[in-house]
């Protein structure tokens, strides 16, 4: 049987091999990259040069294939995504322009000065592109978790929320009493169109900052979807913690670009945005207990008080008080426990 460090061999190996295909020469120097909640393996390569790219392991081949399609489509389409310079014909390793190592969770740190606040507006821009020029285009076959972002993959959510957060940090299961307010978010949720790419991920770990530009990473899990999605994904990203004035400028800034692109009914938008940034903090706090305390990734369980906050003040001050009741009264109940 082969022993983990066996396992890196083989790995290296490989990549050695994609390396010399597409540079001509062995890599130098190698060194592994935290991979966060994916249980992909990245690594840092160097040239003699001291140039280097970023080889990858993932045993996950539809995944690979989606991230390596998706990304060369959306070169095609001019948006600022990573290069792909070799892939193993086994599809389980491939190499990438290296994008270097500030992310935009990095770059933000405490500060949110108008560095910061025009850098989300590029961001935003590039965001509209994906959704809709580099949309129309994509092929969705590649997409291999679903397809879209409809009553399946709500249910989906709504269930990896239950059996990795609420089971885990209540000692209960509220599902009896939440029935009706999931249905709630479900039908505004499936009110809007879905014609759109769905990022899945849009978040400020995922967008790297290279020569004060924004890039993208991690889109390996788009589908076709409804535009809220990711704006909320962006703005109520737990461990940014952007100040609330600003997510609702950010917004209108979001709702007038878009609606250059598309018509849109900004009433309905605004309403509906809110359900969005509940769906989508639900899936995280799924994540976080799983990630957390099933994967042991301890420093997830970091991100929970940022993500309750967020929820609270959506449920207390942003959605009707008749709308989401039982929710409401839940994450109340979890703002006073140790959690937050």
């Not at 086994?90 to 850098?119: A, H, P, R, V, W």
């Not at 670009?257 to 969005?276: A, C, N, T």
Request: neutral net charge; charged residues 25%; hydrophobic residues 35%.
């Amino acid at each position: 049987m082969k022993t983990n460090d066996d396992n890196q061999q083989d790995i290296h190996l490989k990549l050695e091999e994609l390396h010399i295909k597409h540079f001509g020469c062995r890599f130098s120097r190698i060194s592994e990259i935290k991979a966060h909640g994916s249980d992909r393996k990245i690594y840092r390569l160097w040239c003699d040069d001291n140039s280097t790219s970023i080889g990858i392991f993932n045993s996950n081949k539809s995944e690979n294939r989606a991230f390596i399609e998706f990304a060369r489509h959306f070169r095609r389409q001019g948006l600022n995504v990573p290069e792909i310079y070799a892939v193993s014909d086994d599809l389980t390793n491939y190499i990438t322009e290296d994008l270097g190592s500030q992310s935009l969770l990095c770059l933000i740190g405490n500060k949110f000065n108008g560095d910061i606040i025009n850098l989300y507006r590029e961001v935003i821009d590039s965001l509209i592109r994906f959704q809709t020029e580099a949309g129309e285009g994509i092929d969705y076959s590649l997409c291999y978790q679903f397809s879209e972002f409809s009553s399946e993959n709500i249910d989906y959510d709504l269930n990896y929320f239950i059996n990795n957060f609420l089971c885990n940090f209540t000692g209960k299961n509220h599902i009896n009493l939440l029935i009706n307010d999931f249905e709630k978010i479900k039908h505004v949720i499936l009110s809007f169109d879905r014609d759109y790419f769905l990022y899945r991920d849009f978040q400020s770990r995922n967008i790297m900052i290279k020569n004060n530009k924004p890039y993208f990473i991690d889109f390996q899990s788009g589908r076709k979807g409804a535009l809220l999605y990711d704006i909320a994904s962006l703005l109520y990203d737990a461990k940014a913690d952007i100040p609330q004035q600003i997510r609702e400028e950010m917004l209108d800034y979001y709702l007038g670009k878009v609606s250059e692109k598309i018509r849109i009914d900004r009433e309905k938008f605004i309403y509906g945005f809110w359900f969005f940034c509940i769906i989508r903090i639900l899936q995280a706090l799924g994540a976080y207990g799983y990630l957390g305390l099933t994967k042991g990734r301890k420093e997830f369980l970091e991100s929970i008080p940022y993500a309750l906050r967020n929820i609270n003040f959506i449920l207390s001050s942003r959605i009707g008080k008749n709308e989401l009741p039982c929710l409401a009264a839940l994450f109340n109940e979890l703002n006073h426990s140790k959690l937050i």
